[in-house]
């Protein structure tokens, strides 16, 4: 593996999965998950684990996914249900959205905090003239990364609500990840994607993007098939500045 490096010299863009990238809002949504699962599992099998369970089936997945994932893994299959099921209901719509209603009350009580060093990087590297994009399973990212106060960061920012009207299949499928460099009229091989979860590490591989770098916050072993893994954002260093294209 290599040394934690963006080479701007070779990379033109830099795609952040902003969920506990650059908003701190990975706690949040592990809390959430656990309570609308526990409440859904007492008495039928062991409780929702906030680590293990989060990372394996649930982070960096579209909310159903996470729902269907998870369960599977318990051996429950749910009917799908629909978007007007009452929150809780014993469906996959329901316990998405109870998560869903329980998650967005905090962030309404709470607000959302950037990472220092997400923001920090961000900076240097717009300094540099790179190309910046955020991108979020949640259909509320766009909301998250406002609250958090860093829109102006990035050049585009695609979510949950993108995927749902494109009909973009999500992590680990790269197409979230390829939407924002085709939007920022990039190929893939040109641009670098920081990620902090399994699923979206999967993307971008798939994806051919240049560069792969996991935020690793709590050593949970995302080290495997990366470019590079840092603890911490500010662990990176940028050298160089964008250079154009050439035919």
């Known amino acids: 593996m290599s040394d934690p490096v963006i080479d701007l010299t070779a990379i033109g863009a830099v795609v952040f999965d902003t969920d506990g990238v650059v908003t701190d809002t990975a706690r949040g949504h592990a809390a959430a998950w656990k309570h609308v699962f526990d409440a859904f599992l007492r008495g039928r099998c062991e409780p929702f684990d906030i680590r293990g369970d989060y990372l394996r089936h649930v982070d960096g997945r579209p909310r159903l996914d996470g729902v269907r994932t998870f369960l ?12 007007d099921d009452p ?13 869903d209603q329980l ?13 220092p060093a997400a923001v920090a990087l961000l900076h240097e590297l717009r300094r540099r003239g790179a190309r910046t994009a955020g991108v979020s399973a949640s259909l509320h990212g766009r909301r998250l990364v406002g609250a958090a106060g860093v829109t102006h960061l990035f050049d585009v920012l695609v979510d949950g609500s993108d995927a749902a009207l494109m009909n973009l299949p999500g992590k680990p499928d790269p197409a979230l990840f390829l939407e924002a460099v085709r939007r920022l009229a990039l190929p893939a091989v040109r641009a670098a994607v920081v990620e902090a979860a399994l699923p979206g590490i999967e993307a971008a591989r798939r994806g051919g993007f240049g560069l792969v770098v996991a935020v690793d916050r709590d050593d949970s072993g995302l080290a495997r098939d990366v470019d590079a893994v840092v603890a911490d954002l500010g662990e990176l260093t940028v050298r160089g500045r964008v250079l154009p294209l050439t035919s």
């Open 103 to 115: 998650f967005l009350a905090e962030v309404d009580k709470y607000g959302v905090a950037a990472f």
């Open 72 to 83: 599977a893994s318990r051996g429950i299959t749910l009917p799908e249900g629909a978007a």
């Open 87 to 99: 929150p809780g209901a014993p469906t996959v719509h329901g316990l998405g959205l109870a998560k």
